[in-house]
């Protein structure tokens, strides 16, 4: 089966511009994350979704940033103005909710964003 | 809030070594899962484990889970050339998974 599919899978902007980036999850997967990962750290949640349902979007600097899962499977992530501190790699993951791989995370390749 | 710590942070190896990466939560943990990370590429998934003192192995990888749940830790034995990259522990508390800021392994041959 497809994995988790994002793009771009980079994008370089200047400052104070907006980004958009795109994830389309594993076919069935109603569970879908969007993290952000610095260098040399581990990935950071920013949202997450059951369904097209945003049920913990607690750290998602909502100044700036916005997320959609329209119809509840692709889902897009915007920042609006960009800083040069969001220079990261945004990662988006899926799970579905039962059987054996219960829990278990999905992880696309990543967008990597440079602010300049 | 929930914090999980990793250590050490880098792990330097010699090829056919063994090691071990420790995981530690501030808070009791529901289960706690290891992912990996190839230089340039993204997590993958490699175990769970939900019950207090629970050990499980793949193949050269032992995971334990601490009997307190806000521990774990990942022994590899007999360490190869395709073991380089970063191990994340992520600890679940309700719906909120948590990673760790991971262990990144080199191997010297």
């Known amino acids: 089966e497809a994995g988790v599919v994002q793009s771009p899978r980079y994008k370089i902007i200047e400052k104070k511009q907006p980004v958009a980036f795109w994830c389309n999850p594993i076919?069935?997967?109603?569970?879908l994350y969007w993290y952000l990962q610095n260098l040399g750290q581990g990935p950071e949640l920013l949202i997450r979704?059951?369904?097209?349902?945003?049920?913990?979007d607690s750290q998602l600097p909502k100044d700036r940033f916005s997320a959609e899962r329209l119809k509840g499977v692709d889902s897009t992530l915007k920042i609006q103005p960009a800083e040069l501190g969001d220079s990261a790699v945004y990662l988006c993951?899926?799970?579905?909710?039962?059987?054996?791989?219960?829990?278990?995370?999905?992880f696309g390749p990543g967008t990597r964003l440079t602010v300049l | 809030g929930q914090q999980v710590m990793q250590i050490p942070q880098y792990q330097h190896v010699q090829e056919g070594e063994d090691f071990t990466t420790y995981c530690n939560s501030s808070?009791?943990?529901?289960?706690i899962q290891w992912y990996k990370q190839r230089p340039g590429g993204h997590p993958v998934f490699l175990i769970q484990?939900?019950?207090?003192?629970e050990v499980k192995k793949q193949k050269r990888l032992t995971f334990q889970f601490g009997e307190a749940k806000k521990n774990s830790s990942l022994h590899i034995t007999a360490t190869q050339t395709t073991d380089v990259g970063t191990y994340f522990c992520?600890?679940?508390?309700?719906?909120?998974?948590?990673f760790g800021a991971g262990t990144t392994v080199t191997v010297r041959a």
């Open positions: 993951a899926s799970s579905s909710p039962g059987g054996p791989t219960h829990n278990e995370q999905f």
């Open positions: 076919s069935g997967h109603n569970t």
């Open positions: 979704y059951e369904n097209e349902e945003a049920v913990d």
């Open positions: 808070t009791t943990l529901s289960n």
């Open positions: 484990l939900v019950k207090s003192g």
């Open positions: 992520a600890g679940r508390n309700d719906y909120k998974l948590s």
